[in-house]
Each structure stands twice: as C-alpha cells, then as structure tokens.
C-alpha cells in the first residue's frame, strides 16, 4: 500500500503540474495572438487536452506499476500480466491521441510504425487506427482556411471544390477540386489552430515523458518526443513540403537517370499554396497495397516490390535525402503512362510519391557509412557489419543488437551466409521469435536508440514502413529486396571512391572491386533463381 500511495502521489503531482503547464501555456498564446477570439478559444481547450494527457501518462505508469509488483521476472504470470497492461495502456493512448488530435495523432504514428521497438501490443492497436480513422475538418474550417489563405472561399477560388474530403491525416486532409483552367487538383488543408496548440502541445509532453522517466527510469522515450520536436515544425509548413517534392524528382533526374522516369511526384501550382494550402496535381491510382486493383491495371505485384526498393535505396545511398514517412497510403501506384501491354498483358508500374512534408538529409559522412553497413548486412561479412554498426554509435555491446534491429534477424541468421538469410517468412514462428527477441533485449533496444543519431532513428522508421509495404505486396519478405539494396549501396560505395582517385592505379582498383561485387550479386541472383525454382517444384 506504501507504494501503491506513492505511485498514486507521482499520478497526482503529474497531472496537476501539466494542467498548470496547460493554464500558462494558454494564456501567453492569448497574450502573443492578433485574433483575441481565436486565442481566448485556445485558453480554454489547451489546459484541457494537457489535462488528458497527464491523466492517460500517469494511469498507464500506475497501471505498469502496480499491475506488475512483486511478479517474478521471468515468470509466466508477469509475461501474461505485462500483454494485458500493454493492451489496455495501447488503447488509452489511441482513446487520447483520438480525441486530442493533431500532433498526439502523429505520435501514435510514429509510435504505431516502430515495429519490436515498442511492445507489439502497441503496434497493433496504433498502426492502422492512427493511419486510417483520423479526423476531419468541417467544411466550414476548410472555407475559413482557404478563404485566409488564397483570399477567397473555395467556390470563389477554384472552378470546382467537393466539399467532402478524400482523406484526412493528422496535420491535414485533402479535396478534389478543379481550377478555372480545367484541371484536376488535390488540394491539401492544414487542420484549423494546428500550429497554434503545437508549441503548448509539444511542451506538455516532453515534460510528460521526461517526468515519467524520472519517475519509472525504464521508461524511456525521450529520443521520440525529440524527433517529432524536428520534425512538427517542417511538416506544418507545407511550402517546404513543396519544395522537398521539387528536390526529390530533381536528384532522382540528376542522380538515378535510369529509373527516374518510373518515379513521380504531383505537380505544384504554386500560385495556390501557402503553408498551410497546398494544391497539386490529382493523380488516380491504387495504394501500394491494393493488390486486386493493382492486378487489374496488370501490373505485377514484385515488379512493384522491386520498383520500391529500388526507390528507396537510390534515396538513401546515392541522393542523402529520404523520404521517411513511406506507408502505403503515401505510395500510390499507376501504370507508366507511356507503356504498352506486354506479351503476357503486363504494364510498367510508375511510383506515385505523396507527402513530401518529413524528409531527412543525410550527410556524405553518414550517407556512406549506412551504405557500407547495408553492403556488409546483405553479404553476411560479420567484420564490416561490426565496424560500420560501431560508426553509429553501437559498441561491442550493442553492435549485434543494431543489426538485428535494422534486419529484424537475429545475429546468427545475419551473418549466415546462405542467399536467404535475412528473408522472413512471415510465418507465426518467425513472428513469435521476433517479438520475444525484442521483449528479452527491450532495455539494451532503449540504450542503443539513445546512442544511434537522430537520422537514423528515422531510417529505422522508413525501413518498418518499406518491410510492411513490401510484405503486403508479396506477403513475405523478399530476398530480391535486399539484394537490390546491396546492389544500390554497393554502387553508391564505389561511385564514392571513384569520385575521390587520384591515381589511375587507385581507378582501376575500384573498377575491379565494382566488377567482383557485380559478380558476386549475379551469383547470389542466379542462386536465388534457382531456390524460387525448387520452391515452386515442391509446391507443384
């Protein structure tokens, strides 16, 4: 009861330390607002979604606590105990991110998308509900956003505007519209007040998650609340979302000629974006993961696959700018516009690229060293996975916990020099393994995540987004995938000591090293020909 009084004191002294965060925060935006109205409205509704954030933090603390005193920790008891809070403290925290929205939504994403970084319990309440049940705004905010943003109501300002949205997000949502000149358009509204609850938003809940830390020093998601601190600001503003989708097909013409013309981002018109307005060419096509539509336009799914991979690897290890919010709603699918059937009645695919708001630069430094990691994960080679994991900050303790991380692999399967290696199955004891592998190391995955740098922990994010795209494409895990990000980091290597020769001896010496790891892949390809090929004779 000792310490059951005490948690219950933390709870207490919690909640009433955000709600007076939640009052001042308040009141300096009534002081600091040109629209008295609009900011005497926020006074009184920040204090109270401040109010259920600190109640859901502390109930989900006292619940972990008292819940689990006293159980052995190895003890079956405490494992069936711990899926229970873990489920109930997932849905108090969708139930909060729901009903505060905003930047508490895009949260539960992160959270939702870090896949054996969290308790799978979470993951599986917050990953689709945070991606596809988001609010929208009324109509009349839409008419009252664009109205202050373009001058004019949406009727006034475009030739045709459907007031229902076509999805909603967490920052926005989007309406088809059609300008006086004809054409089609998406046009993307921010949700009304969302940058002026940020600040206050944010503010309470850094001091949440820090206070919690302080109080249970296991839990310990500082590093999160950290990203989404970098990143918030630059995803609001939707002229810099603009000018990444400009940069990216730019780098993907400049950089990777020979698939630029099967990437492709939406159009800007400029003359009808804002920051918080954006309006861009409609484009029609299935997600990502609409099989039964992709079918029909008779495209092939692994060409997809493959396609996706590709894209991504060119961004990570050739451009350095990356794309890192790739769930499937964000990947859309079309047929090249250029192509014909084939013999068999197949099309070309074309990557749709929506949502350019949450990029990340890689410097050469950083670019290079992901790429040497990656090259060294794909060939097994222990020795180069070791110093390049040690590079971001994974020690000898943590080196082989990083790679299983950025595989989901344990470390006996990674450095297992068999084609296959890194596939997953997708079979329920590949899934179980997964998860007990991150619940038996779940302290040393939060020290690792306070070492690596902050641009990695969005490359973990990125790479959970392309595993579960590519597993729905093909429903397993593709060991095509990796070879194709072995393949594409290996180039980006050796581009990178050719741009550096200063010797012919030197040039030619790289120009080997690239002939022998093209062999090397050729081998691992026609390998893996070969296992398809027994596959399907034993399923036959």
Same mark, same amino acid.
């Given at each position: 009861?000792?310490?059951?009084?005490?948690?219950?004191?933390?709870?207490?002294?919690?909640?009433?330390?955000?709600?007076?965060?939640?009052?001042?925060?308040?009141?300096?935006?009534?002081?600091?607002?040109?629209?008295?109205?609009?900011?005497?409205?926020?006074?009184?509704?920040?204090?109270?979604?401040?109010?259920?954030?600190?109640?859901?933090?502390?109930?989900?603390?006292?619940?972990?606590?008292?819940?689990?005193?006293?159980?052995?920790?190895?003890?079956?008891?405490?494992?069936?105990?711990?899926?229970?809070?873990?489920?109930?403290?997932?849905?108090?925290?969708?139930?909060?991110?729901?009903?505060?929205?905003?930047?508490?939504?895009?949260?539960?994403?992160?959270?939702?998308?870090?896949?054996?970084?969290?308790?799978?319990?979470?993951?599986?309440?917050?990953?689709?509900?945070?991606?596809?049940?988001?609010?929208?705004?009324?109509?009349?905010?839409?008419?009252?956003?664009?109205?202050?943003?373009?001058?004019?109501?949406?009727?006034?300002?475009?030739?045709?505007?459907?007031?229902?949205?076509?999805?909603?997000?967490?920052?926005?949502?989007?309406?088809?519209?059609?300008?006086?000149?004809?054409?089609?358009?998406?046009?993307?509204?921010?949700?009304?007040?969302?940058?002026?609850?940020?600040?206050?938003?944010?503010?309470?809940?850094?001091?949440?998650?820090?206070?919690?830390?302080?109080?249970?020093?296991?839990?310990?998601?500082?590093?999160?609340?950290?990203?989404?601190?970098?990143?918030?600001?630059?995803?609001?503003?939707?002229?810099?979302?603009?000018?990444?989708?400009?940069?990216?097909?730019?780098?993907?013409?400049?950089?990777?000629?020979?698939?630029?013309?099967?990437?492709?981002?939406?159009?800007?018109?400029?003359?009808?974006?804002?920051?918080?307005? +954006?309006?861009?060419?409609?484009?029609?096509?299935?997600?990502?993961?609409?099989?039964?539509?992709?079918?029909?336009?008779?495209?092939?799914?692994?060409?997809?696959?493959?396609?996706?991979?590709?894209?991504?690897?060119?961004?990570?290890?050739?451009?350095?700018?990356?794309?890192?919010?790739?769930?499937?709603?964000?990947?859309?699918?079309?047929?090249?516009?250029?192509?014909?059937?084939?013999?068999?009645?197949?099309?070309?695919?074309?990557? !749709? +690229?929506?949502?350019?708001?949450?990029?990340?630069?890689?410097?050469?430094?950083?670019?290079?060293?992901?790429?040497?990691?990656?090259?060294?994960?794909?060939?097994?080679?222990?020795?180069?996975?070791?110093?390049?994991?040690?590079?971001?900050?994974?020690?000898?303790?943590?080196?082989?916990?990083?790679?299983?991380?950025?595989?989901?692999?344990?470390?006996?399967?990674?450095?297992?020099?068999?084609?296959?290696?890194?596939?997953?199955?997708?079979?329920?004891?590949?899934?179980?393994?997964?998860?007990?592998?991150?619940?038996?190391?779940?302290?040393?995955?939060?020290?690792?995540?306070?070492?690596?740098?902050?641009?990695?922990?969005?490359?973990?994010?990125?790479?959970?987004?392309?595993?579960?795209?590519?597993?729905?494409?093909?429903?397993?895990?593709?060991?095509?995938?990796?070879?194709?990000?072995?393949? !594409?980091?290996?180039?980006?290597?050796?581009?990178?000591?050719?741009?550096?020769?200063?010797?012919?001896?030197?040039?030619?010496?790289?120009?080997?090293?690239?002939?022998?790891?093209?062999?090397?892949?050729?081998?691992?390809?026609?390998?893996?020909?070969?296992?398809?090929?027994?596959?399907?004779?034993?399923?036959?």
């Amino acid at each position: 009861m000792v310490v059951a009084r005490s948690i219950w004191g933390a709870k207490s002294k919690l909640a009433f330390g955000a709600l007076a965060l939640g009052a001042g925060a308040g009141a300096a935006t009534v002081a600091k607002s040109d629209d008295p109205a609009t900011a005497l409205k926020l006074c009184t509704t920040v204090p109270v979604r401040l109010f259920r954030l600190s109640v859901t933090a502390a109930t989900i603390a006292f619940d972990y606590e008292y819940s689990l005193w006293g159980l052995p920790e190895d003890g079956i008891e405490r494992t069936r105990v711990k899926h229970e809070v873990h489920t109930r403290s997932a849905r108090r925290l969708e139930e909060l991110c729901f009903k505060n929205g905003g930047i508490y939504i895009k949260l539960g994403q992160h959270i939702g998308q870090l896949e054996y970084l969290v308790p799978q319990e979470y993951i599986n309440t917050l990953r689709e509900s945070m991606l596809n049940r988001c609010p929208t705004s009324s109509y009349d905010q839409v008419c009252q956003v664009v109205k202050k943003e373009l001058g004019g109501p949406p009727e006034e300002i475009f030739e045709e505007f459907d007031p229902v949205p076509i999805a909603s997000a967490s920052l926005a949502q989007v309406h088809v519209a059609r300008t006086h000149q004809g054409q089609k358009v998406a046009v993307k509204v921010q949700h009304m007040h969302m940058t002026d609850t940020a600040a206050a938003d944010y503010a309470t809940v850094e001091l949440i998650v820090n206070t919690l830390h302080r109080l249970f020093p296991s839990f310990d998601y500082r590093w999160l609340v950290d990203e989404v601190h970098d990143s918030l600001p630059k995803e609001l503003d939707f002229l810099n979302e603009a000018n990444n989708s400009i940069k990216c097909m730019d780098n993907f013409r400049r950089l990777s000629p020979h698939i630029a013309e099967y990437v492709y981002a939406p159009a800007v018109y400029w003359n009808l974006s804002t920051s918080k307005l +954006l309006t861009m060419g409609f484009v029609e096509g299935p997600q990502v993961n609409d099989l039964k539509s992709i079918q029909k336009l008779g495209i092939n799914p692994h060409d997809i696959a493959r396609l996706v991979s590709r894209t991504f690897a060119e961004m990570m290890f050739k451009h350095g700018f990356v794309h890192c919010d790739p769930h499937a709603a964000n990947l859309l699918v079309r047929a090249m516009p250029s192509s014909k059937r084939g013999i068999f009645g197949r099309r070309k695919p074309q990557l !749709v +690229l929506l949502d350019h708001g949450l990029y990340k630069q890689l410097d050469i430094s950083m670019r290079t060293n992901y790429a040497a990691l990656w090259k060294a994960l794909v060939l097994a080679d222990a020795k180069g996975i070791k110093e390049n994991c040690m590079k971001f900050g994974a020690g000898e303790d943590l080196y082989a916990l990083f790679a299983g991380i950025l595989t989901m692999r344990p470390w006996n399967r990674v450095i297992d020099p068999a084609v296959d290696h890194l596939a997953i199955q997708g079979n329920a004891s590949d899934h179980s393994e997964l998860q007990m592998y991150a619940s038996q190391y779940f302290p040393q995955i939060t020290e690792l995540l306070h070492k690596l740098p902050r641009v990695i922990l969005l490359m973990l994010k990125t790479n959970d987004c392309l595993r579960a795209v590519n597993n729905a494409l093909i429903q397993r895990s593709s060991v095509e995938s990796f070879i194709i990000i072995g393949r !594409v980091s290996s180039e980006a290597l050796i581009e990178e000591k050719l741009s550096h020769a200063t010797s012919l001896f030197t040039y030619l010496f790289v120009c080997f090293e690239q002939i022998s790891l093209e062999a090397r892949f050729l081998i691992m390809q026609v390998a893996l020909w070969i296992l398809q090929f027994r596959t399907a004779l034993r399923l036959y």
